[in-house]
């Protein structure tokens, strides 16, 4: 198994501009979970899917932040526009809820996001 | 509000050592508590997951305690080695599909 992917890996963007990051769960994972870890403070949720729908948005920190996952094996995090304050590693990471590794979350490699 | 904390936040040790890395929770009422590894500049490493109703897990060189009623876990590094340099991060489960919430971590270094 591949792990869960994520691209881009590095993102620099200017302040403004649409900032999309992408993300491949594992495959046969039910839930999937999109955070952000700045020195500041550390590892936070933004949101998190179960079969595809949103179920908790509440970490979302502002408007300008948006989600979706269109189908199992795919999300996308959405900042628009970006600004600074934004810069940050986004972290997607999945897990399900049957099998022996029942609901340990596996992080991808993560998205380095500068926004200047 | 459920609330993390690892202590120390900071710790080198020589190689060989045995060690122990501490986590505290605010409240009891966790669903399972998971151990990370992170490298520098990169993605998390989960290490052991503790379900609520167990005591402990083993990996290896490393063993993972959870006392859900007095809010602490511990992991027990056994003869670290310079490759263990890494932070360490902590993290509980509120619900049975709920998010992580995470302590600041601990960061080890061992010296050859």
């Known amino acids: 198994d591949a792990g869960v992917i994520q691209s881009p890996r590095h993102e620099v963007t200017e302040m403004g501009q649409e900032v999309t990051l992408r993300c491949k769960p594992i495959s046969g994972h039910d839930y999937l979970f999109w955070y952000r870890q700045t020195m500041m403070r550390g590892l936070e949720l933004l949101i998190y899917f179960n079969n595809n729908v949103p179920i908790d948005d509440s970490g979302m920190p502002e408007d300008r932040f948006s989600a979706k996952m269109p189908n199992a094996s795919f999300s996308t995090l959405k900042i628009q526009p970006s600004e600074p304050r934004d810069s940050a590693v986004y972290f997607c990471a999945s897990s399900s809820h049957r099998g022996f590794s029942y609901n340990e979350q596996f992080f991808g490699p993560g998205t380095r996001l500068t926004v200047l | 509000k459920q609330e993390v904390t690892q202590i120390p936040a900071a710790l080198s040790v020589p190689e060989g050592e045995n060690l122990v890395l501490n986590c505290s929770f605010t409240?009891?009422?966790?669903?399972?508590l998971q151990w990370f590894r992170q490298d520098p500049g990169k993605g998390l490493t989960s290490l052991l997951l503790?379900?609520?109703?167990?005591r402990e897990q083993t990996s290896g060189r490393l063993n993972a305690s959870l006392d859900k009623s007095s809010g602490r876990s511990t992991l027990y590094i056994a003869a670290s080695q310079p490759g263990d340099s890494a932070t360490y991060l902590c993290?509980?489960?509120?619900?049975?599909?709920?998010?992580?919430?995470f302590g600041k971590g601990t960061k080890l270094s061992v010296k050859p």
């Open positions: 503790i379900q609520s109703s167990q």
């Open positions: 409240d009891s009422a966790i669903y399972n």
């Open positions: 993290a509980v489960t509120g619900g049975s599909q709920g998010n992580l919430i």
